[in-house]
Structures are given as structure tokens and as C-alpha cells.
């Protein structure tokens, strides 16, 4: 079946660094891709998303990209905020007779330390 | 445009009980989905509505069951609850098509 597979956490960052964290995924057909982020006692947000090969997903100076050949959606951003401190969640979506839903990575913790 | 709502936002039930969480969709949003999310973990997909119809269900056991209203608001019903069934339960609203889901912000469930 469909699986994300993240890289483990709790990652902390000195303020400005830059941050990767790893992203893979195993899936049948053609996925869309998703970086979702959790504050403290919140939901989900959206972050970035990418429907196909090749896509850059990029929001609030965050990007990943859609590598189908390494089956990876790694997230980076150049400059870290001691705001961008939460829980960073892989997912991808897979269709099945119009019934989408997200299978989501473990999740990322990520601390940024000022 | 309002977001996606849920309620109530911390609930406490005694294992055997019966729980009932509720979620307000999107405006312009026909689809609901729910996720169960335990501690330190990802979301985990329950089910999946679409027009009031079930469309689609995860790994979960039929005391988990849902409605979903012409409003396209939802409900998810857990029967017999048990200790692991404590968890934060997230709904999901969309149109549709990639990815476009909203979350709420979720309903924290404890089971003692």
C-alpha cells in the first residue's frame, strides 16, 4: 500500500540556518504530494503542495520537489524564523474512484532556537 | 469565506461509551474526510464522504461510522469506545480533485 516515510525528528535549527527534512514516499500511480505543518494545539495547514513530477511546491519561502525518480518530496527553506517552529508532516494523496485521501508521514518536529 | 469548524473541542468519555464529534465544512466544500491522529503521530484516514454517501474507508473497525448532511456538514460516531481510541480526530473539507483539503483545527478525544 501507500506509505510516507519522513525523516526522524525532533530537529533543532539555530535561527537563520537552513533546513532540510527528508521526505519518501511508495505509491501506486501518480500521486500529488503535500507539506503539511501543526502549531502547538492546532490542525493542519497546507504549507505547499505538487501534482506532478518535476513541480516545485513553494510557500513562505519553503519549496520541495516532486522527484519521481528518487520517489522523494524533500522540504527546504533557506533561512529559518524562530516562527517556523511546529510539526512538519509529509503526505501524499492517491485517487481511487474519486475517493482521495492522504496518507501522511510520522511527522517532523522541528524547534528553532533564536 | 468561513473555515472548517469542529466541536467540541476537548471531550472526556469513559471506555464503552458512545461519542459523537461534529464538523462544519467549507462553504462551497462537498466533500469531508476524517483523520485520526494519536499522540506523536500522523493522521490516519477514517472515511471519506462525498454528497452523504461513505466513499471510501481506512483501516478501521465498523464502530467507527459517519453521516454526512445535505449541508455537507458531518458527523463521526465511535461506538464501544476504547483507551486507544484516544486520539485528536481531524475532519478535512475539499471540492475535490488534488489536495485541496482544509483541516479543522480538531477535536481532542480521552478515553479513560
Known amino acids: 500500500g501507500d506509505s510516507v516515510t519522513q525523516m526522524e525528528g525532533p530537529v533543532t535549527l539555530s535561527e537563520e540556518a537552513f533546513l532540510t527534512i527528508n521526505c519518501t514516499y511508495t505509491?501506486?500511480?501518480?500521486?500529488?504530494l503535500f507539506w503539511y505543518v501543526q502549531y502547538p494545539g492546532e490542525g493542519l495547514q497546507l504549507l505547499l503542495k505538487?501534482?506532478?513530477?518535476?513541480d516545485k511546491g513553494s510557500n513562505k519561502g519553503f519549496e520541495a520537489t516532486y522527484r519521481k525518480e528518487t520517489t522523494s518530496f524533500h522540504l527546504e527553506k533557506g533561512s529559518v524564523q524562530v516562527s517556523d517552529s511546529a510539526v512538519y508532516f509529509c503526505?501524499?494523496?492517491?485517487?481511487?474512484?474519486?475517493?482521495?485521501?492522504?496518507?501522511f508521514g510520522t511527522g517532523t518536529r522541528l524547534t528553532i532556537i533564536p | 469565506e468561513t473555515g472548517v469548524t469542529q466541536s467540541p473541542t476537548h471531550l472526556i468519555k469513559t471506555r464503552g461509551q458512545q461519542v459523537t464529534l461534529r464538523c462544519s465544512s467549507q462553504?462551497?466544500?462537498?466533500?469531508v474526510s476524517w483523520y485520526q491522529q494519536a499522540l506523536g503521530q500522523g493522521p490516519q484516514f477514517i472515511f471519506q464522504?462525498?454528497?452523504?454517501?461513505?466513499?471510501g474507508r481506512g483501516n478501521f473497525p465498523p464502530r467507527f461510522s459517519g453521516l454526512q448532511f445535505p449541508n455537507y456538514s458531518s458527523e463521526l460516531n465511535v461506538n464501544a469506545l476504547e483507551l486507544d481510541d484516544s486520539a485528536l480526530y481531524l475532519c478535512?473539507?475539499?471540492?475535490?480533485?488534488?489536495?485541496?483539503?482544509?483541516f479543522g483545527s480538531g477535536t481532542r478525544l480521552t478515553v479513560v
Open positions: 503526505a501524499l494523496a492517491t485517487s481511487n474512484f474519486g475517493n482521495e485521501k492522504l496518507t
Open positions: 505538487a501534482t506532478k513530477a518535476d
Open positions: 478535512a473539507s475539499s471540492t475535490g480533485g488534488a489536495g485541496g483539503y482544509t
Open positions: 462553504s462551497g466544500h462537498n466533500t
Open positions: 464522504y462525498y454528497r452523504e454517501e461513505e466513499n
Open positions: 505509491a501506486t500511480g501518480y500521486p500529488s
